[in-house]
């Protein structure tokens, strides 16, 4: 069994990219992280003390066996796969991507779904052009622990005009406590174009007693003009996996991206997902659910940055607390100088199932522009006794009325998930996790 790399810096992150057989300039970068990773702190999320976490067991690079048809794909894997494939497909297994479909229509449109690892060599001026420009390797230690580690990944994009019918479905799964597993996605969108882009990442550990897997995980997106992007995104990964994932979405003219996110993860959570409407007439749309068990620990952070002018963000994110988990929920709307007629608005619910149980709702509006539109609403609290004495009153019992209640507080999310056979699994998870 290898040992988890517990430290590394300039030269063990360039090590790790000559053993790839990376291209000089992503050597360069990797080591430039390297370096970063050694000397900056983690970050400071509100109430949410990072360093009683295990964030320091980076694991080894692992890369799985690459399989040519979907069928060859490890049992665990293929489990998972929702029976809707008909749009493109790519599989991650612990560090390196080992399965690619993209139909020949899609190829001949210009389409491009590979590994980012792929494409650092064969796409090279589309990744560096944006590659960590929206999420920078400067921002932290985990920002820089990821840009050194990075691995497998999933790289779309996107032609001028081509509109992609069918989701693109991305598996990232992870199942040796002992691999790297950092998986970055990064989709360029553009002008005109459309794309549906649903992820799952799960992990199934049969880790020894006293091991933690960290998945370190980054989302880029960059809309230009006109583009429509729509992200989903599901984890659901044993307690023994710590899950920070980092989102970021960048548009410009008129573009619109929604993120529709069910945060269903067992272990300790750290996310982030920050739209940046840099562009006149953007738009974000944001829809997030998360689900606290056990004594969980999540800090949750929506953020929207108004730039451009007429650009408008909504914000809803819903959690449900049960046993002794706690969460921290922000919201934070920003509103730059000259972004006139900007419209943010955000609402933040938690509902606490249990005594113990903790939540809290932070609304931030940050406004430096007059001639703007802003609102939040935030609420914590128990199950309703009204709506379960009601349903109760029609012969329901009282276990189910809860239940019909918790389900209806998600919905406006779990409803939203592009994919049917998705919907499906997330509902599974959601009983699974409420008991």
């Avoid at 996996?241 to 008129?254: E, K, M, Q």
């Avoid at 934070?332 to 903790?358: D, F, W, Y």
Wanted: glycine share 6%.
């Amino acid at each position: 069994m290898s040992t988890p790399t517990t430290s590394f810096g300039r030269e063990a992150a360039a090590a790790l990219s000559r053993s790839k057989n990376e291209p000089a300039w992503l050597i360069a970068w990797r080591e430039e992280a390297g370096e970063l990773a050694a000397k900056l702190e983690l970050p400071k999320p509100e109430k949410m003390p990072l360093t009683r976490w295990t964030l320091d067991q980076y694991g080894t690079d692992r890369p799985s066996k690459t399989v040519s048809s979907a069928a060859d794909l490890p049992a665990a894997i293929a489990e998972l796969l929702p029976e809707d494939t008909q749009g493109a497909l790519i599989v991650q297994h612990n560090s390196s991507v080992v399965f690619t479909r993209l139909s020949e229509e899609l190829k001949a449109k210009g389409v491009v779904l590979t590994s980012l690892e792929e494409a650092a060599r064969a796409h090279e001026k589309l990744v560096r052009e944006h590659l960590m420009t929206a999420y920078k390797k400067d921002e932290h230690k985990l920002a820089a622990v990821h840009a050194a580690l990075w691995n497998g990944g999933v790289f779309l994009y996107v032609p001028r005009n081509v509109d992609i019918e069918f989701p693109v479905q991305a598996l990232l799964f992870a199942d040796d406590a002992d691999a790297t597993f950092m998986p970055h996605v990064l989709i360029v969108a553009d002008t005109n174009s459309r794309v549906s882009f649903v992820e799952q990442a799960a992990a199934e550990l049969n880790a020894g007693e006293g091991r933690t897997l960290l998945h370190n995980a980054a989302v880029e997106i960059f809309a230009k003009s006109g583009a429509h992007v729509r992200y989903a995104a599901v984890h659901h990964m044993d307690a023994g996996v710590v899950d920070v994932s980092y989102r970021r979405a960048v548009l410009d003219n008129d573009a619109r991206v929604e993120w529709i996110v069910g945060d269903l993860h067992n272990g300790n959570t750290l996310t982030d997902t920050n739209s940046v409407l840099q562009g006149n007439g953007s738009a974000s749309d944001s829809k997030i659910i998360c689900v606290g068990t056990g004594s969980q620990r999540i800090s949750l952070t929506t953020r929207a940055q108004h730039i451009g002018k007429s650009s408008e963000s909504d914000m809803v994110t819903r959690a449900v607390m049960k046993d002794e988990a706690t969460s921290i929920i922000n919201g934070i709307t920003k509103i730059e100088h000259g972004s006139t007629k900007a419209n943010g608005q955000q609402t933040e619910k938690v509902l606490m199932l249990s005594p113990k149980a903790r939540g809290d709702a932070n609304p931030i509006l940050l406004i430096d522009e007059d001639d703007v539109k802003a609102g939040h609403a935030a609420s914590v609290g128990q199950v309703n006794a009204d709506q379960v004495h009601y349903l109760m009153s029609r012969g329901i019992s009282r276990k189910e009325a809860e239940r019909l209640i918790i389900h209806g507080f998600l919905d406006p999310v779990v409803s939203e998930i592009p994919l049917a056979g998705l919907r499906e699994q997330l509902h599974r998870i959601l009983e699974r996790k409420l008991g």
